[in-house]
């Protein structure tokens, strides 16, 4: 039996936003789990070990954590992955469902707006590095590296944009097989030299303090590292069927196994070696240690190399297509290759390089965003799952996800009222726990729920949902 024409029925459709065809559809499992790996695998995955080890963790510490808010991640990623490998429909589709055909809108800008933030930061770590090689090459002193490097970064950071933008919207032979082996490439690199490290007898004396810990697992400390954990990835498992889309829809293994191997054990590996990086050496940004530590020119260029490709397949997979999915479903007319552009225009300007003079500052830039933007997407998980596994019993039907109108997702004038209320409602809710809690933090000068709230969050809208679908009887 052939595969069901799927049209845009009652408005114009943005040709980027149809369902990916089966032929089309060529991802297997070692595809998969090497692009989770690469994705999962940047500088800022480094971060993680330090930020554990400034609340009081030790290593088996940071590593529990890890473990623990990479699987809660993962389960949520793979109950909203299913859907893009079953119909090949991308996030903005799959939320029409679930928000209605007009209300995607608010998830979307959500999603999209944490998107640019980190395409922001992992543009920054990546310029950061393609201008330390630069002056290593040219004879720099490893001291004056860094300072420069930081003072010079707007200049990498538009050749770090343009190169991306480029490669996006015309490609390039072998950039693919490049972009999923620079994660695990870089992870290979920081086994190979915390090993190093570790046998260095101007180091070894510190292995001691791995497992020094001044923080419980009941701690406000272990509680916030767990938030960073588990909001890292968090972003991912609502737009994860723009990566699932290309799977092969008969390889059920490819998307669990990709994201258990690629991303749950490529973090807790990342995380662990990040802190014994900080802990052996006493420096947080893995560029520096590569500057400082490696044996040799040619093994700090390696290294910084790593650092350059890794959080830029990031971007191409993780980050940029959050963003533009947002713009590209705005019309018909916003071209994906146009929407690509103008994401790195606004992501010039997110990344920080006018935040701080000295490029430390981005650990602790990323611990603030990381923790605290779980209110914003934890909802939209429980609503979308809920909606898929509970309401519709794990059936959509494709043709009317793309219908404009009554026939359609529409809800009441294409908004899904027990979406919204599920979201209100769930919003005030994580502002209660939070204040009661005394986790109330800020982003910039706006309060927010902080710590583990994404957690509770999904779970009460994913009951609110279930509640208020039934209460308002919605139908398509």
């Known amino acids: 039996m052939g595969e069901m024409k799927v049209i845009a029925k009652g408005y114009e459709e943005n040709p980027d936003l149809m369902p990916v065809d ?14 989770f790996f690469s994705m999962n695998t940047c500088i800022p995955m480094f971060f993680l070990g330090p930020i554990g080890r400034s609340f009081g963790l030790s290593l088996t510490q940071v590593l529990v954590g890890a473990a623990i808010g990479n699987i809660l991640t993962a389960i949520v990623m793979w109950l909203n992955g299913v859907i ?3 119909y090949g429909v991308s996030y903005p589709v799959q939320l029409r469902e679930s928000f209605g055909f007009k209300g995607t809108i608010i998830p979307l800008f959500l999603r999209g707006a944490v998107g640019i933030v980190w395409f922001g930061i992992e543009a920054y770590v ?23 490097a930081t003072r010079y970064l707007p200049i990498a950071l538009i050749l770090y944009i343009l190169s991306l933008v480029y490669v996006m919207r015309h490609g ?4 693919g097989i490049m972009a999923n082996w620079a994660g695990p490439l870089l992870l290979i690199y920081f086994i190979w030299l915390v090993i190093w490290l570790t046998i260095n007898p101007e180091f070894s004396a510190n292995t001691s303090k791995l497992f020094v810990s001044t923080a419980g697992y009941l701690s406000i400390g272990f509680f916030t590292y767990l938030a960073v954990q588990v909001n890292w990835w968090a972003t991912v498992a ?14 059920k293994r490819a998307l669990p196994i990709g994201i258990f191997i690629g991303l749950v054990i490529g973090q807790i590996v990342g995380t662990g070696l990040g802190y014994a990086a900080i802990t052996l050496t006493g420096i947080v940004l893995p560029q520096e240690i590569i500057l400082k530590f490696s044996p040799g020119v040619i093994a700090t260029i390696i290294g910084l190399s790593f650092a350059f490709i890794a959080p830029w397949s990031t971007d191409i997979v993780a980050n940029v297509p959050a963003a533009t999915s947002l713009l590209t479903s705005l019309s018909s007319k916003f071209s994906f290759k146009l929407a690509l552009t103008v994401t790195g225009i606004i992501a010039f300007f997110i990344a920080p390089w006018w935040a701080f003079d000295k490029a430390q500052g981005i650990v602790n830039y990323a611990t603030q965003w990381a923790a605290n933007y779980g209110i914003l997407l934890g909802p939209i998980a429980g609503i979308m799952v809920a909606d898929y596994w509970i309401i519709k019993k794990q059936h ?29 409602l769930t919003w005030i809710a994580g502002y209660l726990i939070a204040w009661v809690a005394h986790q109330m933090a800020y982003i910039a000068f706006i309060p927010v729920p902080g710590g583990i709230i994404w957690i509770p969050t999904a779970i009460i809208a994913f009951l609110f949902y279930i509640i208020f679908y039934k209460k308002y009887q919605q139908q398509a």
């Open 22 to 35: 089966t032929k089309e559809r060529k991802l297997g499992t070692k595809s998969v789990i090497l692009m």
């Open 84 to 86: 893009g490998t079953r």
């Open 126 to 148: 990546g310029s950061l590095a393609l201008l330390m090689i630069f002056l290593v090459l040219i004879g720099t002193p490893n001291v004056d590296v860094l300072p420069l």
């Open 172 to 175: 390039l032979p072998g950039i």
């Open 238 to 251: 609502l737009n994860i069927s723009d990566i699932s889309r290309g799977i092969q829809p008969n390889n």
């Open 396 to 424: 959509y039907d494709v043709q009317k996800l793309y219908t404009y109108g009554p026939n359609g997702p529409w809800y009441a004038k294409g908004w899904s009222k027990a979406a919204y209320i599920s979201l209100v």
